[in-house]
């Protein structure tokens, strides 16, 4: 993609960049391209999974650790950006994490301290990093915050489980603090992302097949990290100032089809054989 500049002199922060697969990586990446300077931050235990340190050598960043659950974190982490930027104009949010997902727990019998713990890291966390944003007076008039959903807020995906409730709480904080933010000029927006090669989609059970059939069902076929990067770029610019409180879809057209060739055909081929 050539760089067009649409973030010269934006300045901002990119949370959730644990190695080169991850969404925040490519977001991360494209923003650079379109001239942003940002922070990168993660929680202090990614240190010793990720590789985030070495993105931000290659795109000038510096990096705070902050665990996005942690109030005392945040707070240091937005007097850390003051120092560095003065006020900043966006904030990318790309944290999630299911624990009963990864342990396997099923949603008929959830661990309720993971399930609190998972509420907490993939949705909570946002609330909590507007909060410090605000209450420090970090954001710019025009301000853009960011956040990544997927479309098992609003459908159930049998291998989705608790994280379809935590991106249903994501996706209506997006909104309930949209309605605040305006008055400041403030705006906020989800992406709903095609399933993505990452760690934390790894990680859930079944996710082989729920890409399969996204590729099958979405008209583009799935849409990669890298896409997710350049229509992020879009999202934090001025050419998107008057789009607040949305989820918005980036997912090959798969939110708008009922049923695609790719999957209908194999299926007659299977009941001709049958009747055969
Ligand atoms: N991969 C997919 O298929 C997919 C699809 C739609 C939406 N998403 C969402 O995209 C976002 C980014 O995930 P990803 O797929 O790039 O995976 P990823 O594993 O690369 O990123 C998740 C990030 O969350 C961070 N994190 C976890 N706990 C944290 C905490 N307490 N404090 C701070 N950071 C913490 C991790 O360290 C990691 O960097 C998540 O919200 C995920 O649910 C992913």
Redesign the pocket.
Known sequence: MERSGLLKGKKGVV?????E????WAIAKAAHREGAQFALS??PV?KRF?TMEGLAESVGSPVIW????KDADLSSLFDQLKEYYGQIDFIVH????GVNVRKRRPYEKLNYDWYAKTLD??AI?LHRIVHHAMESQALNEGGSILT???IGAQRSFSHYSE?GDAKALLESIVRTWGARLGEHRIRINAIS????Q????QGISGFDAMFEFGQNMSPLGNADADSCGDYAVTLLSDLTRMVTMQTLYHDGGFSSIGITDAMVEPMMRMLNSDES
């Not at 992302?193 to 993505?196: A, F, L, V």
């Open positions: 949370f959730g960049a644990l190695n697969s991850s969404i925040a993660n929680a990614a990720g902050a665990d996005a659950t790309a944290i999630g994490m890291v993939s966390s990544i959903s997927y994280m992302q095609s399933p993505t990452t760690t934390a989609g």
